[in-house]
C-alpha cells in the first residue's frame, strides 16, 4: 500500500547546529509534500511545503529537499534553537474530485535541542 | 496571523453520550477538515467538506460520526454515542481555493476522554 514514513523516531542535535529530518514516501504519482511542527499540547504547525516540479524549497532557517528518483523527502534545520524542540510530520498531499486535498501523515520525528 | 480555534480544549464524556467537537475556520478559507491522534499514533484523516457537503471520509468516520457548518463561520463533528475507542486528540484543518494542492492549518485540537 502507499505510505509516508520516517527514518529516525529520535533526533538529538546540540543548540547551532543543523538538523536533518528524513521521510520516505512510496507513491511515485504524489506531486506535493508538506513538513508540519508540532509542539506538546498543540496542533500540527505548517513549517514548509513543496511541489513534486520542485527539488528544493527554502524558507526562513528551513529547506525542504525532494528526490522523486528515491522518493525522499528532507527538512533541514540551519542553527537549530531549542524552541525548535518538537515533533516533525511529512505529510503526503492528494486532492479529492470533490474538492480539498486530504494529508497521509508520516510517523514522525522527535527532535531534540540539546544546550 | 489568521488561525483556526477549536472548542472545547478538553472534554470528558461517558461512553454512549453524544459529544460536539467544535472548529472556527480561517474565515477566508473554503475546505474543512478533520482529523485525530490516538495517543503516539499518527495523525489521521477522518472528513473533508466543502461547499456544505462531505467530499471523503476515511474509514474511521462511521454512521455515528457527522460533520456540519451550521451558520457562516463553524464547523462540527458530532460523534453520536460514543466508544472508549473514541478517545483521541480530534484537528480540525482548513485550506483555501486554489489550484491543486493547498496547505492546511490546523487548530490546536480537543482531547476527548471517554469514560
Known amino acids: 500500500g502507499e505510505s509516508v514514513g520516517l527514518h529516525l523516531p529520535t533526533l538529538s542535535v546540540q543548540e547551532g547546529d543543523n538538523s536533518i529530518i528524513n521521510c520516505a514516501y512510496s507513491n511515485s504519482a504524489s506531486d506535493y509534500f508538506i513538513w508540519y511542527k508540532q509542539e506538546s499540547g498543540k496542533g500540527p504547525q505548517f513549517i514548509i511545503d513543496?511541489?513534486?516540479?520542485?527539488d528544493k524549497r527554502q524558507g526562513q532557517r528551513v529547506t525542504v529537499l525532494l528526490n522523486k528518483t528515491v522518493k525522499h523527502l528532507s527538512l533541514q534545520i540551519a542553527a537549530t534553537q531549542p524552541g525548535d524542540s518538537a515533533v516533525y510530520f511529512c505529510?503526503?498531499?492528494?486532492?479529492?474530485?470533490?474538492?480539498?486535498?486530504?494529508?497521509?501523515f508520516g510517523t514522525g520525528t522527535q527532535l531534540k535541542v540539546e544546550l | 496571523e489568521p488561525e483556526v480555534t477549536q472548542t472545547p480544549s478538553h472534554q470528558v464524556t461517558q461512553m454512549g453520550q453524544e459529544v460536539i467537537l467544535r472548529c472556527v475556520p480561517i474565515?477566508?478559507?473554503?475546505?474543512f477538515y478533520w482529523y485525530r491522534q490516538i495517543l503516539g499514533q499518527k495523525v489521521e484523516f477522518l472528513v473533508s467538506f466543502y461547499n456544505n457537503e462531505i467530499s471523503e471520509k476515511s474509514e474511521i468516520f462511521d454512521d455515528q460520526f457527522s460533520v456540519e457548518r451550521p451558520d457562516g463561520s463553524n464547523f462540527t463533528l458530532k460523534i453520536r454515542s460514543t466508544k472508549l475507542e473514541d478517545s483521541a486528540m480530534y484537528f480540525c484543518?482548513?485550506?483555501?481555493?486554489?489550484?491543486?494542492?493547498?496547505?492546511?492549518?490546523f487548530g490546536d485540537g480537543t482531547r476527548l476522554s471517554i469514560l
Open positions: 474565515s477566508n478559507h473554503l475546505y
Open positions: 505529510a503526503e498531499s492528494f486532492i479529492l474530485t470533490g474538492g480539498g486535498n486530504k494529508l497521509t
Open positions: 484543518a482548513s485550506s483555501s481555493l486554489g489550484t491543486g494542492n493547498q496547505p492546511q492549518h
Open positions: 513543496i511541489r513534486s516540479n520542485m
